[in-house]
């Protein structure tokens, strides 16, 4: 029981280290708003194309994936990034 805890917790450790963050795929996105309006850290905004995109601001992505759940055009990626 002691192996099968150790790779547990190892695989916790592993997966705690892992986020992700929305990218949107601005030849697919249709400047709809839904993402902005779900973003639950309100840190999507229209950039001057009038693309909905991820700001970069103190609140950082936490990959909640609700934008990319809710974008009717599929126009979000989640972008896995590895905290160091």
């Known amino acids: 029981m002691g192996s099968a805890s150790n790779n ?3 695989k916790f450790k592993e ?3 892992i986020t992700y963050k929305a990218v949107t795929e601005l ?4 400047s709809c708003g839904t993402c902005i309006e779900f973003c ?3 840190i999507r905004k ?3 194309d009038n693309k909905a ?22 126009a979000i990626k ?3 990034i590895i905290k160091s």
């Open 78 to 80: 989640l972008i896995k």
């Open 27 to 30: 030849d697919k996105c249709i």
């Open 53 to 74: 995109i991820t700001t970069n601001s103190s609140r950082y992505c936490g990959g909640c994936s609700v934008c990319f759940h809710r974008c009717p055009q599929s």
């Open 46 to 48: 229209f950039n001057k």
């Open 15 to 17: 997966l705690s280290q």
């Open 8 to 10: 547990l917790e190892k």
């Open 40 to 42: 639950p850290l309100f």
